[in-house]
């Protein structure tokens, strides 16, 4: 620890030099104006000619500071209603610039214009209205000093056009769509962002450093602003869905006509709280999950894109387990929305194939605002209907609530915030044995940077869950907790009718600086804390001491434009101090002068004498073995018409038994300005020698862990397509076919479990039932979405869906080729559900 220590003060040391002197001038005075301008794209108006110009841009990549390749300006007015925003972004060859259709929020690589504002000037939150050449238009909402909230969608115009001078963009932004305090003169956090595609420029105003931690902490000032409005009380977006679904095979797949009406509801509290609700709300325009044949302990995450429960999520994050990975990929957290809704937990009990595959959530409310004094809030409630099937209740009707709360000090240098969840359950006596009656958990966290360059922060979280005996001991048995480990320190009882559990994170992180950032945290989980009810978790009874450290080379060379070289290293134990990962990981990534980019990167892992407590699903803790994960892809110049990329991983260990290869090739087409698809393709050979079979009971009662080597061949396809024919009219395809098969051989039991000799962990199994044949799996699935998306007014929007999904399992392998089992597939029945979804949008 010593020698990586003193590394890290010596890198930080080469990179303490000083930065070039940059213009100071980060404020601008706002013009009134008694008559709005005409939204052409056009300067001619009165109201740019008295607004003063916004001109010192400077480059943010690739070279920090440096001066701009082309100019660039902007000019701010208002009134009382709208804040008004000409950009005019200068270029000698006109025909050069970068101009794309594509649906609205898709990022292309067209050339630019950014506008972000901070309406609470709190510097840690705000919005951005982005557009291209062709009109284009995304918006985002910024959370915690620079995430992005991509559902965000406010109604707001900018009209753009290309000239003889380059391109322009004119933006009118109604005030009712930010949150703001009306009283007295305001001041806005602004910066102005643009992006010159044909030479991957970005030049902002004032300048953006990439080399500081947070976007909002570093926007300059709009001043000037005066009487402006309260924003608007309310928005209304009734809609209408009828849906065509088919039904089982029990039914001679008769359809089904389907008709819901149900609306969204965004009422204004105070100028700074939002409510927004949503009743009997339908998300059949969101594209399907990827199928995921999961062999392991651990639930699968999957990211939430319903659009009620996207927007706004920055508020309600309070993760878990996020110390390692930079954007906590692994979605640990206290509050998962994708629980609200979910798919029936006892439909695999009592379900049939007539089932649904979700919950229906009655009706949804939140409200979100921020304070004047810098205290952010949010609270959300939903409640999902019982769902019931034929032998007994699948889902119990279920009430959701959320609360988070946040306190800003010292200029967003600082904070404080807190969490709490409750889940409440109206169990029957079919439900009761498998489903907590209650959970609760709450939390605290804080952070403190100094000098804009070091942070420490820290959280505590608790819960409680609570229900029959027969359900918690369900829970201690789970691969969450694993209580009833014959060799593990824990007291499972079969008795207990709640368990509660603690989570402990504290953290040291160098945030900023042009050279080097790092960090180090430890954390600690009890054996009891359950928060899966609304949250994600994968497993308790753990500690971790993680640290990593990132070096950035961001100003272009001979060889290449930036380059980023990253070092990891993580360790874990189990609360009782038993050693389960030890492993250390580097990676660089590095875009060449010629666009293209390459990343290589590797783990060793399992140093030492580590142990799986895990692995045997409740059985022993069994050694492992060093294994090691090489990995390496390159990714194809995003400006050209045709964008190639290809990863490969491979991983080996277990002294060789158990390896495997995964391929993943991409290409995009850019077909035309307005038409592109991509195809790619992942296949991956699996080769493990420890693959969980199942645990199984002999007439003594004595307990048999068993394991086997299984070959297993996975291949997924995933095609899109998307058409533009107008920046407000899209269609969007999108189509997957999933097969992965394998066969179990060598069944055996767990012997000495931690022994060091691998041979002696295991020993046959003598139950011919299980060895003699133990089998395989055939998992065939097809999803695909058409989505027609039309905004015919802004706000109002018109959606067409068609929907298919197909899907075969068997037993064992098979002897044809994927090319075969593709064709099986595509024979199978397929699922139709067709949808037409029209809202309306209303303000007052």
């Not at 208002?78 to 609205?104: E, G, M, Q, T």
């Not at 199928?291 to 995450?301: D, I, K, M, Q, R």
């Not at 002999?698 to 086997?708: K, W």
């Not at 075969?820 to 809202?839: E, I, P």
């Amino acid at each position: 620890m010593a020698t990586w220590l003193s590394v890290l003060l010596v890198l930080q040391a080469q990179a303490m030099t000083p930065a070039p002197a940059l213009p100071t001038a980060t404020a601008v005075r706002a013009t009134r104006v008694s008559e709005p301008p005409v939204l052409d794209g056009r300067d001619a108006d009165a109201a740019w000619g008295s607004a003063p110009a916004i001109d010192r841009f400077l480059q943010a990549k690739p070279s920090e500071g440096a001066a701009p390749r082309l100019r660039t300006e902007a000019r701010v007015a208002y009134d009382a209603d709208n804040l008004y925003v000409f950009v005019r972004a200068f270029d000698p060859h006109p025909d050069s610039i970068v101009s794309l259709l594509s649906r609205r929020d898709d990022q292309t690589s067209s050339d630019l214009v950014t506008l972000m504002l901070d309406p609470y000037h709190d510097r840690r939150t705000g919005y951005q209205f982005e557009v291209n050449p062709a009109g284009v238009k995304a918006d985002y909402a910024i959370y915690n000093d620079g995430n992005e909230d991509v559902s965000w969608d406010a109604v707001w115009d900018v009209a753009t056009r290309i000239d003889s001078l380059g391109w322009t963009a004119e933006y009118r932004i109604p005030l009712s769509q930010l949150h703001y305090s009306a009283k007295g003169d305001v001041t806005f956090g602004l910066l102005v962002w643009r992006v010159i595609q044909r030479y991957t420029e970005t030049v902002t105003w004032p300048l953006y450093r990439t080399s500081r931690s947070g976007i909002t902490s570093q926007f300059g000032e709009l001043t000037g602003l005066e009487g402006l409005s309260s924003p608007a009380h309310a928005e209304v977006t009734p809609y209408l869905v009828t849906k065509n679904v088919q039904g089982p095979a029990s039914d001679d797949y008769g359809r089904d006509q389907e008709v819901t009406v149900g609306g969204d509801v965004k009422y204004r509290v105070a100028s700074n709280l939002l409510l927004n609700a949503t009743v009997n709300p339908d998300f059949g325009q969101v594209e399907a999950d990827p199928s995921v044949l999961n062999l392991g302990a651990f639930e699968t995450f999957f990211r939430e894109q319903r659009p009620f429960f996207v927007e706004g999520k920055g508020l309600f994050t309070f993760n878990v387990n996020c110390v390692v990975v930079v954007d906590c990929e692994t979605g640990e957290g206290l509050f998962y929305s994708r629980r609200i809704g979910r798919s029936p937990q006892l439909a695999d009990r009592y379900g049939d194939e007539s089932s649904p595959t979700s919950t229906r959530i009655l009706g949804a409310a939140k409200v979100t605002g921020r304070l004047p004094g810098g205290f952010s809030v949010g609270v959300l409630d939903a409640v999902t209907d019982d769902v019931g099937g034929p032998g007994g209740t699948l889902e119990p009707s279920t009430n959701y609530l959320v609360a988070r709360g946040n306190q800003d000090y010292h200029y967003g240098d600082g904070s404080f915030g807190f969490i709490a969840t409750a889940v409440s359950r109206s169990l029957d006596p079919s439900s009761e044995p498998f489903l907590h009656g209650s959970a609760y958990t709450g939390g605290i966290d804080g952070r403190r940077r100094f000098g804009g360059t070091f942070e420490v922060s820290g959280s505590f979280d608790f819960s409680r869950v609570a229900g029959s005996a027969e359900a918690i001991a369900r829970t201690q048995q789970d691969p969450v907790h694993l209580y009833q480990r014959p060799d593990g320190p824990l007291d499972y009882d079969s008795t207990r009718t709640a368990l509660s559990g603690t989570n402990l994170e504290l953290r040291f992180a160098k945030v900023g600086g042009r050279r080097l950032v790092f960090e180090t945290a430890y954390q600690r989980r009890s054996a009891g804390f359950e928060i899966n009810d609304v949250g994600f978790l994968r497993q308790a009874d753990q500690q971790m001491w993680t640290s990593w450290a990132a070096l950035a080379f961001r100003n272009p060379n001979r060889v290449f434009r930036e380059l980023r070289w990253n070092f990891n290293n993580w360790e874990h134990w189990s609360i009782a101090g038993l050693p389960t990962e030890r492993a250390f990981n580097t990676n660089v990534h590095t875009q060449f002068n010629n666009r293209w980019w390459l990343h290589v990167g590797g783990t060793l892992g399992q140093l030492g004498a580590t142990y799986c407590d895990r692995c045997a699903r409740g059985g022993p803790a069994i050694r492992q073995d060093p294994y090691m994960a090489p990995w390496a892809g390159i990714e194809g110049d995003e400006r050209r018409p045709l964008v190639p990329a290809f990863w490969v991983n491979y991983w080996r260990g277990d002294r060789g038994r158990s390896e495997s290869l995964e391929l993943e090739p991409e290409v995009k087409l850019k077909v035309s300005t307005r038409f592109t698809t991509s195809l790619s393709a992942t296949y991956e050979r699996n080769r493990n020698d420890t693959q969980y079979v199942g645990t199984f009971t002999d007439p003594e009662g004595a307990r048999h862990y068993t394991f086997a080597h299984l070959e297993q061949k996975t291949l997924a396809l995933t095609w899109r397509l998307g058409y533009t024919f107008t920046p407000n009219t899209s269609l969007q395809v999108y189509a997957s076919p999933f097969v992965s098969k394998g066969t179990y051989t060598d069944v055996r039991e767990v012997g000495q479990a931690r022994a060091a000799a691998y041979e002696a962990r295991y020993r046959p199994y003598a139950d011919e039932a299980v060895a003699g044949d133990p089998g395989g799996f055939n998992v065939q699935e097809f999803r695909s979405n058409l989505v027609f998306r039309w905004e015919y007014r802004p706000g109002s929007t018109l959606f067409l869906v068609w929907s298919q999904g197909r899907q075969a399992a068997a037993e064992f392998e098979g002897a044809k080729s994927f090319g075969g089992d593709l064709r099986d597939l595509f024979r199978q029945r397929a699922n139709h559900t067709f949808l037409v979804k029209v809202s309306y949008w209303l303000a007052r």
